[in-house]
Nanobody
């Protein structure tokens, strides 16, 4: 059974940093793509990045490129999202997701491309 558990969220001042973790079980992160998404109150869920070990791809949305970094520890079956220079507009619930396929694909930013999700971790930014 596929399970994803996010952690690492919290309250941070604008300009601060956080590292979110996504621990996977029931499938291998090394062989499958994982996406990171976020959802602000009243907004649609949006993709912020995707990683796939199969082709080494790392994709980021334009709004976070240069501030967000995805990394992975295959031995721990864990993917990380390092968030730097936090802005108030980064606030929301952050989710990791997988569809148990080896590539991110051209529509990695679309939540419909992923079938399994974690419960999310809240990121709050104070200005």
């Amino acid at each position: 059974q596929v399970q994803l558990v996010e952690s690492g969220g919290g309250l941070v001042q604008s300009g601060g940093s956080l590292r979110l973790s996504c621990v996977a079980s029931g499938f291998s992160l090394e062989q499958n793509a994982v996406g990171w998404f976020r959802q602000a109150p009243g907004e649609e869920r949006e993709g912020v990045g995707c990683t796939a070990n199969s082709d080494g791809s790392l994709n980021y949305s334009p709004s976070v490129k240069g501030r967000f970094t995805i990394s992975r520890d295959n031995a721990k079956n864990t993917v990380y999202l390092q968030i730097n220079s936090l802005k108030p507009e980064d606030m929301g619930v952050y989710f990791c997701a997988t569809d148990e396929v080896p590539f991110c694909g051209s529509r990695w930013f679309d939540p419909q491309s992923f079938g399994s999700w974690g419960q999310g971790t809240q990121v709050t930014v104070s200005s």
